[in-house]
């Protein structure tokens, strides 16, 4: 009970993926980026389109990341 509480008394959203706040902001700067310097590998959060800073590409991370691309390409093939 208290760990949903928890949950609900934040009103920031935090990516699954990368973990980081989501900020709308930064969403767009970060697409902007992305779209410059090519979609580098880990440097976008697939989740949320945001920077993910390089010192925050640990294993754990890595493997959301693959794992969330995986996801999207999976959903564009069959259309859904
Ligand atoms: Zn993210």
Known sequence: MSLSLGFSLSCSLICRCCRNLID????REAAVTAMLFGATRYAVCPS??????????????????RRAVKRKQTQKERGT
């Open 48 to 65: 949320c389109k945001q920077e993910v800073p390089r010192e925050q590409w640990d294993r754990a991370y890595k493997a959301r990341w």
């Open 24 to 27: 709308s902001e930064r969403q």
